[in-house]
Nanobody, 122 residues
């Protein structure tokens, strides 16, 4: 089973990007899933997660009000719409399966994609 991210790139501060994560070899709708990001020298951090039904979502405080997570079961894909991007959002973004989420938490990922680079220029 694989997760493949796409949609990364370079954008100016204040701009938008939409990341996609498409699953193959598994049914994404059977899993809670999330987006994480990592910059060199720092630990990977949870950005946003979504339950298998799509009814529950989690956002890190740093992205609340700017990022929107969603999923499309027909496409076996989850998305991360990133608006009003800031230089500090620059990172490699990974999607992953997660064990559980709540409105205030998202458990660590356990099955990862290869990542997509997002660079925000100021």
């Amino acid at each position: 089973a694989q997760l493949e991210e796409s949609g990364g790139g370079t954008v100016q501060a204040g701009g938008s990007l939409r990341l996609s994560c498409t699953a193959s070899g598994l049914t994404a709708g059977d899993y809670d899933m999330g987006w994480f990001r990592q910059v060199p020298g720092k630990e990977r951090e949870g950005v946003s997660c979504i339950s298998r039904s799509g009814g529950n979502t989690y956002y890190a405080d740093s992205v609340k009000g700017r990022f929107i997570i969603s999923r499309d079961s027909d496409k076996n894909t989850i998305f991360l719409q990133m608006n009003d991007l800031k230089a500090e959002d620059t990172a490699v973004y990974y999607c992953a399966l997660v064990q559980a989420i709540g409105s205030r938490f998202c458990s660590p990922g356990y099955h990862w994609g290869r990542g997509a680079q997002v660079t925000v220029s100021s």
